[in-house]
């Protein structure tokens, strides 16, 4: 059963912020929010993760909102090897597995 | 650091035929799954080791499908016989806390014929 909702497929302009939303209505308080990408060719990459506040790191950042239904992640400064399938997970902290739904694909365009 | 080596890249094999995958994980990472990754979809579970011990194998496909990780480092995963729906990545991956991200492997592209 799909604990997230993301959609298909989103554009990008290249040097542009790119947001991209999740859906998570169900998520329980121990779960966390996890984001990974799938650039074309190469296993999946860790993004990020967060359980109620804001994270930042090198890569980007997760705005969780407050009732945590839902989250962003924000790309700030999109370049053309961030195109990729973007995943959106929801897991307990000590649960190990990663249940991947269908993503979003984002294509950064220059 | 290497991350996570799988090999082969890829390998063609026709059905009824037997296959192997294999991994090295990140060194210091006890844990170590394999994932099936179907064309268009997210990477599926099939098994995640602990150490030498494999503490999650409810998604293997266990009639064709079987899994080994000697001493708890490397790992082995093979098919016999091969199927036609068997055709996936074969993804590999480790990490050393469940809290923390995964790192996987580029994978193994099968194709079966």
């Known amino acids: 059963d799909a604990k997230t909702t993301q959609p298909p497929s989103m554009d990008c302009a290249e040097g542009r912020a790119a947001n991209l939303p999740c859906n998570h209505s169900t998520i329980s308080g121990n779960e966390y929010v996890y984001w990974y990408r799938q650039i074309h060719s190469q296993g999946p990459q860790y993004i990020i993760h967060?359980?109620?506040n804001n994270e930042t790191n090198e890569m980007a950042s997760l705005i969780i909102t407050e009732d945590r239904k839902s989250s962003t992640l924000i790309l700030p400064h999109a370049t053309l090897r961030d195109t990729a399938v973007y995943y959106c997970i929801v897991r307990v902290a000590n649960d190990y597995k990663l249940s991947f739904g269908a993503g979003t694909t984002v294509t950064v365009r220059a | 650091e290497a991350g996570v080596v799988q090999s082969p890249r890829y390998k063609i094999i026709e059905k009824k035929q037997p296959v192997a995958f294999w991994c090295n994980p990140i060194?210091?990472?006890?844990?170590l799954y394999w994932y099936r990754q179907n064309l268009g979809q997210g990477p599926e579970l099939l098994i995640r080791?602990?150490?030498?011990?494999?503490?999650?194998d409810s998604q293997l496909p266990k009639d064709r499908f079987s899994a080994e990780r000697l001493k708890g480092v490397d790992s082995t995963l093979k098919i016999q016989p091969a199927e036609l729906g068997d055709s996936a990545v074969y993804l590999c991956?480790?990490?050393?806390?469940?809290?923390?991200?995964?790192?996987f492997g580029s994978g193994t592209r099968l194709t079966v014929v």
């Open positions: 060194s210091g990472h006890n844990t």
């Open positions: 991956a480790s990490s050393l806390d469940p809290q923390g991200g995964y790192t």
């Open positions: 967060g359980l109620k």
């Open positions: 080791y602990e150490n030498e011990e494999a503490v999650d």
